[in-house]
């Protein structure tokens, strides 16, 4: 079993900052990507940013600019740097990590809330 411990949500003003730390353990297995989702309110949870062992990277066109994804292949941990956040950005914020072998694994979620 694969446990994602994601931290460093909180509550922040708009053009503030965050950055989000998840980190995998357990079992081991052989990582493709890890990335991280976002569900706000009555929305569906979305792909923010996903990042693959190589490095490749993909975000969220809402994000771009903003939002930067980054990853330690060493110790199974992704990161997301959140920058000039809007009140949009607001969310439970959950990471992911995908296997080889197409196995998926989610964290418990971190709330994100931009406001004034």
């Known amino acids: 079993q694969v446990h994602l411990v994601e931290s460093g949500g909180g509550l922040v003003q708009p053009g503030g900052s965050l950055r989000l730390s998840c980190a995998a353990s357990?079992?081991?297995?052989?990582?493709?990507?890890m990335g991280w989702y976002r569900q706000a309110p009555g929305n569906k949870r979305e792909l923010v940013a996903i990042?693959?062992?190589?490095?490749?990277?993909n975000y969220l066109d809402s994000v771009k600019g903003r939002f930067t994804i980054s990853r330690d292949n060493g110790q199974n941990t992704v990161y997301l740097q959140m920058n000039s956040l809007k009140p949009e950005d607001t969310a439970v914020y959950y990471c992911?990590?995908?296997?080889?072998?197409?196995?998926?694994?989610w964290g418990q979620g971190t709330q994100v809330t931009v406001s004034s």
């Open positions: 992911d990590l995908v296997t080889y072998d197409s196995k998926v694994y």
């Open positions: 357990g079992s081991r297995v052989s990582i493709n990507a």
């Open positions: 990042i693959t062992r190589g490095g490749a990277v």
